[in-house]
């Protein structure tokens, strides 16, 4: 069953589970929430997305006019999104700001640090805030400026901070899903306008049980 925290004639909102797809395909997200509504016809669009093994908040339009609303939001940047994360050791600075240049190996469906600009190669940027310490790992809060593919896993992992339960962009082998959780997330009603903000916190186990 998929936890759904919301909804009305516009938009749902619900907790997306690891292992399940942000996009409209056999077994992704909106045919399950399709399913679970008892309406296989149901009109129910992605307007932003969450890494396939990533779980937590996520917001889906059901109609046209609400993907279009959502989705300039996102593009514009009015959508915020707040992740928590846990990751092998303890970052020095308990706030800062990580701006780097990615690229993508289509290939190989990976994101890689580059050292200059060039073709493909984007800037991204996020913000991250220290919460917790335990066992050697810590505990982020992290607000996205950019949103580029495996941001925040590849942001991280570069600087020796891999995410616990990382299995793309680290060798380590960690007894559960990643922990990247999609946390908060708030945005404009698309029909009303009113400011709509929802929170959900990570479940109980390994690892966010240690803090």
């Known amino acids: 069953m998929v936890e759904v ?8 909102v619900c907790v997306k589970p690891a292992r399940v797809l942000s996009t409209d395909e056999p077994g992704g997200l909106p045919e399950l929430l399709r399913m679970q509504l008892g309406d296989p016809g149901a009109d129910i669009r992605t307007v932003h997305r969450l890494d396939r093994v990533v ?3 996520m917001v889906l339009a059901r109609n046209p006019q609400a993907a279009s609303q959502l989705s300039r939001q996102v593009r514009e940047g009015e959508f915020q999104k707040t992740y928590y994360a846990v990751v092998h050791g303890i970052p020095e600075k308990e706030r800062d700001t990580l701006e780097d240049l990615l690229g993508r190996d289509k ?3 990976m994101t890689y640090v ?3 600009p060039g073709k493909g190669i984007q800037q991204a940027s996020l913000s991250y805030q220290l919460l917790g310490r335990a066992q050697g790992m810590g505990k982020l809060e ?3 400026h950019t949103g580029r593919t495996h941001q925040i896993r590849v942001q991280f992992a570069s600087r020796g901070f891999p995410l616990v339960g990382e299995r ?15 946390q908060s997330i708030g945005f404009r009603h698309p029909v009303s306008g009113s400011w709509m903000s929802f929170q959900h916190e990570p479940p109980e186990c390994f690892p966010w049980s240690l803090f």
Do not use: N, V
């Not at 925290?5 to 749902?12: E, H, K, P, R, T």
């Not at 793309?168 to 999609?182: F, G, H, R, W």
């Open 5 to 12: 925290c919301y909804q009305d004639g516009d938009i749902l």
């Open 55 to 57: 779980s937590g908040l």
């Open 107 to 109: 290939a190989r469906k």
């Open 114 to 116: 580059a050292a200059q």
């Open 142 to 144: 992290i607000r996205l």
């Open 168 to 182: 793309k962009y680290s060798t380590l082998d960690d007894p559960c899903e990643i922990a990247l959780y999609s």
